[in-house]
């Protein structure tokens, strides 16, 4: 099973930006999709972005369109996410997630997880 690292979490005004890292020793990245979800309190886990395996294609949900960017570092078999204009509603733990394929960026169908990183919105 792939195990992976999130970090980049923390404090922010709203309106600023945080930079989420999520990177795998042993297994390399780049031949999964990998997926940012995130999960806020009393809510199910959602998910936010996703770059393919094959070409890299991304996809986001409507509420982080234009303010979140997923991209991959192949040398240092690392996906960010890096996030602009956040807002108190961004406030969630955040995980990165492998699975097959961005067709549906759902958690059922990433089968491996990190453990997550908190970013907190508020000023």
């Known amino acids: 099973q792939v195990q992976l690292v999130e970090s980049g979490g923390g404090l922010v005004q709203p309106g600023g930006s945080l930079r989420l890292s999520c990177t795998s020793s042993g297994f390399t990245l780049d031949d999964y999709a990998i997926g940012w979800f995130r999960q806020a309190p009393g809510k199910e886990r959602e998910g936010v972005s996703c770059i393919s395996s094959r070409d890299d294609s991304t996809y986001s949900a409507d509420s982080v369109r234009g303010r979140f960017t997923i991209s991959r570092d192949n040398a240092k078999n690392t996906v960010y996410l890096q996030m602009n204009s956040l807002e108190p509603e961004d406030t969630a733990v955040y995980y990165c997630?492998?699975?097959?394929?961005?067709?549906?960026?759902?958690?059922?169908?990433?089968?491996?997880w990190g453990q997550g990183t908190q970013v907190t919105v508020s000023s």
């Open positions: 997630a492998a699975g097959p394929h961005c067709l549906r960026i759902v958690p059922m169908v990433f089968g491996s």
